[in-house]
């Protein structure tokens, strides 16, 4: 399994129920290159639900390289950062990206 695969299969563990009470949003993923995929992160009444392939509706996409991901779930890497240099391409609600920080523990 991937390092990717194995983040997102972890994930809903690793999340404070406190930090994702009364948000209902789906996170499209799109992660490019060698161990890449795609994955939609629901919250929903204080739940996370992970699933792999595409949401049929996301409130926000992001796109970012396999690499890049992984610096930034290791903290090597600033999701700001990664935003304003082109690294991490992001669609939909702004507001929702940056929430990943605190929610996901991410950049």
């Not at 792999?52 to 610096?71: C, M, P």
Request: hydrophobic letters at 45%; proline letters at 1%; charged letters at 20%.
């Amino acid at each position: 399994m991937s390092q990717v695969a194995e983040f997102f299969n972890q994930l809903s563990s690793k999340v404070d129920p406190a930090k994702i009470k009364g948000m209902n949003v789906t996170y499209q993923f799109v992660i490019t290159g060698d161990d890449g995929g795609e994955w939609a992160v629901s919250v929903a009444d204080e739940q996370i639900s992970v699933t792999q392939g595409k949401a049929e509706k996301a409130n926000i996409t992001l796109t970012i390289s396999a690499s890049d991901f992984l610096d930034l779930v290791a903290g090597k890497l600033n999701g700001q950062t990664a935003f304003l240099t082109g690294k991490l391409k992001i669609q939909g609600d702004m507001t929702l990206a940056l929430k990943l920080q605190s929610v996901f523990n991410l950049g």
